[in-house]
């Protein structure tokens, strides 16, 4: 609820702010003398905004209010369809938030350039000298433009959608939403990372396919190699049994990794998903530790040694 007021005040805030710079701009509306009025020349009062002697009556704030409230609510009704529209699925979802962010910045258009015209404004004049302004502010906007740029990019090559998770730099967490500029993620310790749309580059996307957790468990020197290996080929099938709810796959025995200093190391894998990962990986440390228990193999730890002479 505090949200959904946030952002009325913020889109009415914009509408109005815009609205007073281009009122207060404009000679005519402030308090002039009557000698620097008569001073004003004919080509210079057509290129004034206002149509008319600049004068709100109460008839026009009404109207300009109610032309808000139009707009305003003709705004939460486009978000309401693209928000149920985007219930369809990840990548729906993705397409109807950024479009959401376009039609928001395009109320506010629409709400500026009616107000005006309600307050009788020329909005002719307006509009061109808004094209003046944006070709200047253009060229110190260009950061601006490339994250708009490539966030287009972003959803129409499908790189990445919401609810998809990704690894950038040293974050891994879950798209939580794509805008006009940015690029929200959420990492595994519920934080929030907003990251400029130009700025994401040499990401990886671990959702498109299933991941493969892998773990490395050591065994002593003097483990029955041979027995353990036969081991493994009887008691692994079936282990996703164990943890249907983590495991894609049966827990699968790689064979020996390395000859370490302390003991021989062992490789196992299991496929699961990415959302999963980090628990599949967990469950599958405990259910070796504990085959390997169970059969009395011995798992090495570093250990002093001490020699007494006589």
């Not at 020349?41 to 709100?56: L, V």
């Not at 499908?158 to 967490?173: A, E, F």
Request: net charge neutral; aromatic share 6%; charged share 20%.
């Amino acid at each position: 609820m505090n949200k959904k007021k946030s952002g009325a005040k913020t889109f009415i805030g914009m509408v109005i702010v815009a609205i007073l710079a281009v009122v207060l701009a404009n000679p005519q509306w402030l308090p002039l003398s009557e000698e620097l009025k008569n001073s004003i020349t004919e080509t210079e009062r057509g290129a004034m905004i206002f149509t008319h002697d600049a004068k709100a009556t109460a008839a026009q704030l009404v109207t300009l209010a109610l032309a808000l409230c139009v707009v305003w609510l003709s705004y939460q009704v486009l978000k309401l369809i693209l928000r149920l529209i985007g219930k369809r699925g990840n990548r729906t979802r993705t397409v109807t938030e950024m479009l959401a962010g376009l039609i928001k910045y395009l109320a506010v258009i629409v709400a500026v350039v009616w107000g005006l015209t309600i307050l009788g404004v020329n909005t002719g004049t307006v509009l061109a000298g808004v094209g003046i302004i944006g070709l200047i502010v253009g060229f110190g906007a260009q950061s601006l433009i490339e994250d708009i740029i490539t966030g287009a990019f972003i959803i129409f090559e499908n790189q990445y959608s919401v609810g998809d998770i990704i690894v950038l730099d040293d974050v891994r967490g879950v798209v939580r939403s794509i805008g006009v500029r940015t690029t929200v993620i959420e990492d595994d310790g519920g934080n929030l990372k907003v990251v400029n749309n130009s700025d994401i580059r040499n990401f990886q996307n671990r959702s498109r396919e299933n991941s493969l957790a892998i773990i490395i468990c050591a065994v002593s020197y003097d483990s029955d190699l041979r027995r353990l290996e036969k081991l493994m080929r009887e008691a692994l099938p079936g282990t996703q049994r164990n943890h249907p709810d983590l495991y894609l796959s049966d827990i699968r025995y790689m064979g020996v990794d390395e000859l370490a200093d302390s003991g021989v190391n062992l490789k196992f894998s299991v496929f699961t998903s990415e959302e999963s990962f980090f628990q599949a990986r967990r469950a599958l440390n405990r259910d070796v530790k504990l085959l390997l228990d169970d059969n009395g193999f011995e798992i090495p730890f570093p250990q002093v040694v001490v020699h007494q002479g006589n």
